[in-house]
């Protein structure tokens, strides 16, 4: 294949790529569907309204659980991202011109969805003189002004570690800031060349300045060692990152980096024990945790370990379902 699907040449990487086989799953990755009231009353709303969420877009393995707890995740911004990195199904190229009404499309869905808690996320845009900064902070304002009642965890880029981006983003006040970080300093730069591991750091280390609880992620089996996940965790502790979550690296097609190594859910267990015992406040593992997974109980862990009080508009999130894709839920089920 010369041609990427979206009709341009394949860049060297993704020929490179191309080489490799797409890996077969192993057993422990395949997830169970589970349909509940709650879900299939969402999924034909969503079909009915012609509402958009990366959820169903994505093909998440988690839409059961989560559309069911009445949580979802809308990506913003459009569909092409300025940046390429080598894990990730999101198209690169010139973006489309800022929609300047998607703040109040996206509030709308959540309205329309019922939503207790919504993820926001996006693609970077350099090519705007912001970045995006106005955009992800009007959504947020946007979903709080129609949505009182929903929590919202903005998803964002690095903004090139801008202060002046970080701070108008905690303006809009999210329940979560977060970035993410997805893999260690050795392979860093060769998996997301736009991006800068110590720039990730520093910006968790403003937004947690700022007041803000703060999320990260990180994504095994792209080629880093057990030590070197532990050192990166660490590091995120040390930078004021509040939340995380562990997730195992799927390929989105042949164009993608080829995995590594498939992680057995005990590794995604004692990850688990380690990161809480370095202090992170919450904390999800497991082969097909996502950064966004039960996104409102990890919120909600957090204010309460800060000793911050819920407020009582959004008390309905402390009480979430299930958490079917952590590793400790997988390995009981099969034991």
Same mark, same amino acid.
Request: charged share 25%; aromatic share 6%; proline share 6%.
């Given at each position: 294949?010369?041609?990427?699907?979206?009709?341009?040449?394949?860049?060297?990487?993704?020929?490179?790529?191309?080489?490799?086989?797409?890996?077969?799953?192993?057993?422990?990755?395949?997830?169970?569907?589970?349909?509940?009231?709650?879900?299939?009353?969402?999924?034909?709303?969503?079909?009915?309204?012609?509402?958009?969420?990366?959820?169903?877009?994505?093909?998440?393995?988690?839409?059961?659980?989560?559309?069911?707890?009445?949580?979802?995740?809308?990506?913003?911004?459009?569909?092409?991202?300025?940046?390429?990195?080598?894990?990730?199904?999101?198209?690169?190229?010139?973006?489309?011109?800022?929609?300047?009404?998607?703040?109040?499309?996206?509030?709308?869905?959540?309205?329309?969805?019922?939503?207790?808690?919504?993820?926001?996320?996006?693609? !970077?845009?350099? +090519? =705007?003189? @912001?970045? #995006?900064?106005? $955009?992800?902070?009007? %959504?947020?304002?946007?979903?709080?002004?129609?949505?009182?009642?929903?929590?919202?965890?903005?998803?964002?880029?690095?903004?090139?570690?801008?202060?002046?981006?970080?701070?108008?983003?905690?303006?809009?006040?999210?329940?979560?800031?977060?970035?993410?970080?997805?893999?260690?300093?050795?392979?860093?730069?060769?998996?997301?060349?736009?991006?800068?591991?110590?720039?990730?750091?520093?910006?968790?280390?403003?937004?947690?300045?700022?007041?803000?609880?703060?999320?990260?992620?990180?994504?095994?089996?792209?080629?880093?060692?057990?030590?070197?996940?532990?050192? !990166?965790?660490? +590091? =995120?502790? @040390?930078? #004021?990152?509040? $939340?995380?979550?562990? %997730?195992?690296?799927?390929?989105?097609?042949?164009?993608?980096?080829?995995?590594?190594?498939?992680?057995?859910?005990?590794?995604?267990?004692?990850?688990?024990?380690?990161?809480?015992?370095?202090?992170?406040?919450?904390?999800?593992?497991?082969?097909?945790?996502?950064?966004?997974?039960?996104?409102?109980?990890?919120?909600?862990?957090?204010?309460?370990?800060?000793?911050?009080?819920?407020?009582?508009?959004?008390?309905?999130?402390?009480?979430?379902?299930?958490?079917?894709?952590?590793?400790?839920?997988?390995?009981?089920?099969?034991?």
């Amino acid at each position: 294949m010369t041609l990427a699907p979206e009709g341009r040449k394949l860049l060297r990487v993704e020929q490179r790529n191309s080489a490799v086989p797409v890996e077969r799953k192993p057993e422990w990755i395949k997830a169970k569907v589970q349909m509940g009231p709650e879900f299939v009353q969402l999924k034909n709303l969503v079909k009915k309204e012609g509402l958009h969420t990366v959820c169903e877009e994505a093909g998440c393995p988690n839409i059961f659980e989560c559309w069911e707890d009445k949580e979802a995740t809308f990506l913003i911004g459009g569909s092409e991202c300025t940046r390429r990195c080598d894990f990730c199904q999101i198209d690169t190229g010139k973006p489309s011109p800022v929609d300047v009404f998607e703040p109040t499309k996206v509030a709308r869905s959540v309205q329309a969805m019922a939503l207790r808690y919504a993820t926001v996320t996006g693609v !970077a845009r350099d +090519d =705007l003189a @912001d970045e #995006g900064v106005w $955009l992800y902070a009007e %959504t947020v304002r946007k979903i709080h002004e129609l949505n009182p009642g929903t929590g919202v965890e903005l998803l964002i880029p690095d903004f090139s570690g801008k202060p002046e981006h970080i701070q108008a983003i905690c303006d809009s006040q999210p329940e979560v800031f977060a970035h993410n970080v997805e893999t260690v300093p050795r392979i860093f730069k060769r998996i997301r060349p736009a991006f800068r591991y110590d720039r990730s750091l520093d910006v968790i280390t403003q937004g947690r300045a700022l007041g803000m609880v703060t999320k990260s992620n990180l994504i095994l089996g792209m080629g880093e060692t057990r030590e070197e996940i532990s050192a !990166a965790l660490q +590091d =995120l502790h @040390d930078a #004021g990152c509040d $939340l995380i979550t562990i %997730t195992q690296y799927l390929r989105p097609s042949e164009r993608h980096l080829p995995v590594d190594r498939w992680v057995k859910p005990q590794e995604f267990v004692d990850l688990q024990h380690e990161a809480d015992e370095i202090g992170f406040l919450g904390v999800m593992s497991g082969p097909l945790v996502r950064s966004s997974y039960r996104a409102g109980r990890l919120w909600a862990t957090a204010m309460r370990k800060k000793g911050r009080e819920i407020p009582a508009h959004l008390a309905h999130i402390e009480s979430s379902g299930s958490t079917r894709q952590e590793a400790s839920s997988l390995l009981a089920a099969h034991a």
